[in-house]
């Protein structure tokens, strides 16, 4: 049975309890990818007349917790984390460290734009905590990047039902513009604070 068809079983069986644990895992880190998930949740949730608002407000308030649990281990277990990481997983040294300067740097922003970039918003949250970014912000920004992130990725599920290929293109076409759109705001940060910069990295 592969990813798919055990997602659709899931939410068959258990309708909106498997929403929400499906989601709360993906955002806990669990490598469930959201761009399989929640787009499925949309085509299972049209098909079997389920709200699209409920599912978007049950996956924000499971995307939430997900958050605050590795934002909760960040806080607490601080640098060692993302060591224990670094080691464990070597091909996600890159992200993770590019990921903490820009959150270290850029707080508040980064934690939203992130919500919305594939690789990056894997570590946002432990990140976030790492670097004690204060909670009530980080739930603002969280609580903005998952909602526009989830209506887009259930909302497509929604409208496309079960053609999956065309999906597929849609959010790769949008990776590649939300990335690029993200690397644009980390240039024109950098060119606005590159004294600062040249300073931190001395």
Request: net charge positive; no cysteine; charged share 15%.
């Amino acid at each position: 049975m592969d990813l798919q068809e055990t997602i659709r079983t899931f939410i068959i069986h258990y309708g909106m309890i498997s929403v929400f644990v499906l989601v709360l895992l993906e955002y806990a880190s669990v490598p469930l990818p959201s761009e399989v998930v929640l787009p499925f949740i949309g085509i299972i949730g049209a098909l079997h007349g389920i709200s699209f608002f409920k599912i978007l407000i049950v996956s924000l308030i499971a995307g939430l917790l997900g958050s605050s649990i590795t934002y909760a281990i960040g806080y607490i277990f601080g640098i060692k984390v993302l060591t224990f990481v670094g080691n464990k997983f070597p091909r996600t040294r890159k992200a993770i460290e590019a990921s903490y300067k820009w959150i270290e740097k850029y707080d508040k922003g980064a934690t939203f734009i992130s919500r919305l970039v594939p690789v990056a918003r894997t570590f946002i949250s432990v990140i976030a905590g790492v670097v004690k970014m204060k909670p009530l912000p980080f739930i603002a920004y969280s609580t903005i990047g998952i909602v526009i992130w989830n209506s887009i990725l259930i909302g497509l599920g929604f409208l496309l039902g079960n053609n999956t290929a065309l999906i597929d293109t849609i959010l790769h076409r949008y990776t590649l513009v939300v990335g690029g759109f993200a690397i644009l705001v980390i240039i024109v940060l950098v060119l606005k604070n590159r004294k600062k910069l040249i300073e931190l990295f001395k």
